[in-house]
Nanobody
């Protein structure tokens, strides 16, 4: 069982930046691809970004491409989401997730473990 704990959320003005972190309990963290999803009020949870086991491949939703960067530090069992040029429409609860698979990674069904989420609020 992998436990995931997100941190780094908060309130920021439009145009600002935040860095989210997700710490995993699993010592074989490098065996999992990792993803970030978000859920805005009244909307379904949506894919944001994903990174392969090794960190060699990354994937982004079109809505965040060029503004967000996903990275991982396998020595620290942590995945990050650097968010720049934030917009009010980025306001959501952000979840990290772990997947045994190293392919696809854009659908919730491809993930095996989920964190509890961290709130990101972008004011206009």
């Amino acid at each position: 069982q992998v436990q995931l704990v997100e941190s780094g959320g908060g309130l920021v003005q439009a145009g600002g930046s935040l860095r989210l972190s997700c710490a995993a309990s699993e010592r074989t963290f490098s065996n999992y691809a990792m993803g970030w999803f978000r859920q805005a009020p009244g909307k379904e949870r949506e894919f944001v970004a994903a990174i392969s086991w090794s960190g060699g491949s990354t994937y982004y939703a079109d809505s965040v491409k060029g503004r967000f960067t996903i990275s991982r530090d396998n020595a620290k069992n942590t995945v990050y989401l650097e968010m720049n040029s934030l917009k009010p429409e980025d306001t959501a609860v952000y979840y990290c997730a772990a997947s045994y698979s190293d392919y696809g990674l854009r659908r919730e069904s491809e993930y095996d473990y989920w964190g509890q989420g961290t709130q990101v609020t972008v004011s206009s």
